[in-house]
């Protein structure tokens, strides 16, 4: 009977954390290994200068959640950015590389808090598959292809980028081998140092140098001053069981709360049209609240404790009807990777990294082949913006892994790429599995919806894939919905995946046919003495 699964939108970055899995390895050390390829496999989507959060759940214990997210450098304030003459932060570029990388520290709480229960491999050995295909080189996927032709006319003037990622003096094609062997020398380094060097040690100093050399605000005391978080995450108890996700500055909240009205709305006559529609409206509705309250956690509202009550889940409910309410409103976009395991003693994770647009801020550090993030491009430069941009701030993050303890023991790790789309994905495979009693496969791969944006899309209406708009549409624009169809297995909609443990320990995984992914599953019954 397996007993160890590994989800990913790459097959082999799924193949390389089972491997780990095989041998004995924890449930944080395969993930380390798959996060560490899947920045070399899926550079478009993901790099180790970009942010990371887990969700990491023992057996019979609460789960933990550990919040990578970097802050805002100490030179980047709204004076600076607009005594350079901007009225926002700039979406490419050395001024758009403004927050710390926080993924290498969350990996390193994570070892440290698993290190507790477990034996830990040694990280040079986690990272070297990871250097192996940096050096060699990977097959350019159609995903890296789309992003490479995407990004070219924006990041033309970042000769580094293209240094690295047009080496053939053009974009990338599918099929073609990349490599990256600044990349290999980094993961080497870090190997060989440690993790803590990205932010104290020689790695961190040439990373300082670096930046200031490309005109980032970021400066070495930045990096010294970084620590990820081990926190509480955030929980909501349904009908079905309890769901946890991650607190601010994630939209984890608006996961929760898409959830939890549905179960409060939900009503088992309704029919598949109606079902999307009671879920789309409660996404708007906790979108309302996402865009009113999640900022960094200094900034939070009194409100805040209460946004998961039963009380106020119910006052959201009521504003749903039979028709739709009038959308759009502004959004935000991301590129993501989620991925997902469990190992032999039944501990499961739930991850995700990101450096949020394609290629993040398209500043490649050429000494080490490493693309820094974007993500503080979702600060405002309005001081009165609930996620005005501060020195020291963390900026709105979409990046939300989810997790669930439902009640008939079964456990559940679960997630996605895609911006906006994260939460109604996440809602989507909940209620097909838990509601409408699919397979766990058919849950992530049936046709799915999207409202607002995501990579690719500037669209802030209702977006569906073909094959359900065929069944649905009509219903559902008789409903009021400003609906259109998009081709099915449609990339816009995100890389899903899930693991399900059961009870009894017999493991399920799946993974997107969206993306390139493989959900694996094995059995293992060696142990460490």
């Known amino acids: 009977m397996p007993n160890i699964a590994f989800t990913a939108p790459h097959a082999k970055a799924s193949e390389i954390g089972l491997s780990v899995l095989k041998q004995g390895g924890s449930a944080v050390d395969a993930m380390v290994a798959s996060a560490a390829a899947i920045s ?9 200068a970009g942010d990371g959060f887990w969700l990491i759940q023992k057996p019979g214990e609460a789960p933990v959640c550990i919040d990578g997210c970097g802050f805002a450098a100490q030179n980047a304030s709204i004076e600076y950015y607009k005594n350079l003459g901007h009225q926002q932060i ?13 993924t290498l520290d969350s990996w390193q709480k994570a070892r440290e808090y ?5 034996h830990s491999i040694e990280l040079k050995d986690l990272l070297a598959p990871a250097v192996e295909l940096a050096k060699n080189g990977i097959q350019v996927t159609k995903s890296l292809q789309h992003a490479s032709q995407k990004v070219s006319e924006d990041l033309s003037a970042e000769a580094e980028y293209k240094a690295v990622f047009e080496p053939k003096g053009r974009t990338l094609q599918q099929g073609e081998l990349l490599q990256n062997p600044q990349l290999a020398h980094f993961l080497t380094e870090l190997g060989e140092q440690g993790l803590d060097s990205f932010y104290r040690g020689d790695i961190a100093k040439q990373l300082a140098k670096s930046l200031t ?52 709305i939900y009503q088992e006559d309704w ?16 979108f309302l609240v996402r865009d009113k309250e999640v900022c960094d956690p200094r900034r939070l509202s009194n409100n805040w404790q209460n946004l ?18 009038p959308w759009p409103r502004e959004s935000a976009e991301g590129d993501t990777i989620w991925m997902g395991c469990v190992d032999k003693d039944g501990t499961m994770v739930s991850f995700i990294q990101s450096i949020y647009w394609e290629f993040g801020s398209g500043v490649v550090l050429p000494e080490y082949g490493l693309v820094w993030n974007n993500r503080g491009t979702s600060f405002s430069l309005q ?23 439902l009640n008939d023991g079964r456990r559940m790790s679960y997630g996605t790429m895609g911006g906006e789309g994260q939460p109604q994905t996440q809602a989507a495979i909940i209620s097909r599995y838990l509601y409408d009693n699919l397979s766990l496969t058919e849950s992530v791969n049936k046709g799915r919806w999207l409202l607002g944006r995501t990579w690719g899309s500037d669209e802030h209406d209702l977006k569906m894939e073909q094959d359900l708009f065929a069944d649905l549409g009509k219903d559902l624009i008789d409903k009021g919905h400003q609906l259109r169809s998009v081709d099915k297995v449609n990339e816009l909609m995100g890389h899903a995946g899930a693991i399900v443990l059961s009870s009894t320990g017999q493991v399920e995984a799946t993974s997107d046919h969206r ?12 142990k460490y003495t």
């Open 308 to 325: 998961l009550s039963a009380s106020n889940i119910i006052s959201l409910a009521k504003n749903i009807s039979q028709q739709a309410m």
């Open 90 to 102: 700039p979406s490419r570029g050395a001024l758009a590389a403004l927050t710390v990388g926080g």
């Open 271 to 286: 029919s598949q049209a109606q079902k999307v529609h009671g879920l789309v409206e409660a996404t708007k509705q906790a």
């Open 515 to 526: 993306s390139d992914g493989a959900g694996l599953v094995d059995k293992i019954s060696a």
């Open 383 to 405: 001081a009165e913006h609930v996620n005005a941009l501060k020195p020291g701030y963390k900026p709105f993050h979409t990046l939300n892994p989810a997790f669930a303890v």
């Open 213 to 264: 050399n490309a005109g980032s605000p970021i400066q070495l005391s930045d990096l010294q001053s970084y620590q990820a978080k081990v926190l509480q995450p955030l929980s909501v108890t349904t009908s079905k069981g309890t769901f946890y996700n991650l607190p601010a500055p994630t939209q984890g909240i608006a996961s929760l709360l898409i959830l939890a009205i549905y179960d409060e």
């Open 114 to 118: 698993a290190g507790q229960f477990s």
């Open 40 to 48: 070399v496999l899926y550079p478009h989507m993901n790099s180790l």
